[in-house]
């Protein structure tokens, strides 16, 4: 049995399903597909190989529940990445995937900060907001 190591880099980047806030959803197949075109671009222009575990969930704030899938990132030893690649990284993907999607913002949740990327302020009409 072979054992490798690598440094502990994650993030967490949990994505919306609603185009924009509309009933209009996206179906966890078809993001699926679209998140394999953006790894193989990576793959293929920087050898960078990024794998990403999947899970549904909910997005909820006040009177906001969102169907959501949520993809976590690791710094798989079998292709490691320097931490600031890493970082990089999951940023192209989770803007990318955010303007595919048609989401406002996205957070990303990286093993020692947190970053939101945002394409404009609008705010869920269902958040009641003070």
């Known amino acids: 049995m072979k054992i490798i190591n690598s440094e502990k880099y994650t993030a967490t980047v949990t994505i919306g399903l609603q ?4 009933e209009n959803q996206w179906n966890k197949n078809d993001v699926v597909y679209k998140l394999q075109a953006i790894q193989n671009q990576f793959i293929e222009f920087e050898k960078i190989y990024l794998s990403a575990a999947i899970s549904e ?3 909820v704030l006040s009177g906001q529940v969102e169907p959501s899938l949520k993809f ?4 798989y030893p079998k292709f490691p990445l320097s931490e600031l690649v890493f970082k990089v990284t999951v940023l192209k993907l989770a803007n990318q995937l955010m303007n595919i999607l048609e989401q406002n913002r996205v957070v990303v949740v990286f093993h020692n900060d947190i970053t939101m990327l945002e394409n ?3 705010i869920d009409p269902r958040i009641k907001l003070a």
Do not use: G, M, S, V
Request: charged share 30%.
């Open 57 to 59: 969930c909910d997005i």
């Open 120 to 122: 404009n302020c609008l």
């Open 19 to 22: 185009r924009r806030y509309t």
């Open 72 to 75: 976590d990132f690791i710094n």
